[in-house]
């Protein structure tokens, strides 16, 4: 059975500071990219695909029905995964879809029309962060954000009283 290492909501989905300082400092070989519409598109998923493959990993790029069957029918098969998502929809999505997801790292989500800065590299919305919430409360998932491994973490109960 695979065993998820590190699960992560990035905008940038797969870039170097994933790859060098999350995923090698997690012990990764494998990263999953879930996202309906980057696994629909074709060039996205093949730049991807090679990106994570010339620095030495599997790379999977699923929508969020196939990441779950995947999980149903073989566990991850015996990879060390960093999942990565786009968005908190396609995370909450993936959870609720029946992902064991226990811990999700928020460390970018750039600036949108609705949103705030709840630290300096993620802007969310208040819809954003009652998902959050709910995902953290019904599936007893920790959430946290920090932009690098040596940044502080900063806790949902943390955001919540600044927003």
Excluded: C
């Excluded at 909501?9 to 790859?19: A, E, F, S, T």
């Excluded at 309906?36 to 030495?56: E, H, I, P, R, T």
């Excluded at 946290?144 to 949902?156: A, C, E, M, N, R």
Aim: proline fraction near 2%; avoid cysteine.
């Amino acid at each position: 059975m695979g065993n998820i290492q590190l699960t992560r909501i990035d905008d940038r989905l797969l870039h170097g500071q994933v790859m060098t300082r999350w995923a090698k400092g997690n012990h990764i070989d494998a990263i999953f990219i879930i996202d309906d519409q980057v696994a629909n598109d074709d060039f996205m998923k093949q730049l991807y695909l090679a990106s994570g493959q010339n620095a030495g990993f599997k790379v999977n790029v699923l929508t969020v029905e196939k990441a779950a069957e995947y999980w149903r029918e073989k566990q991850f098969d015996q990879h060390n995964v960093l999942i990565l998502f786009k968005s908190v929809d396609m995370m909450a999505r993936a959870v609720r879809g029946g992902l064991p997801i226990k811990t999700v790292n928020v460390g970018g989500i750039g600036k949108r029309k609705e949103t705030k800065f709840v630290i300096n590299t993620v802007a969310i919305s208040l819809t954003e962060l009652e998902t959050l919430e709910s995902i953290a409360d019904q599936f007893n998932v920790e959430i946290s954000f920090q932009t690098l491994p040596d940044s502080p973490k900063v806790g949902l109960a943390d955001v919540r009283a600044t927003y």
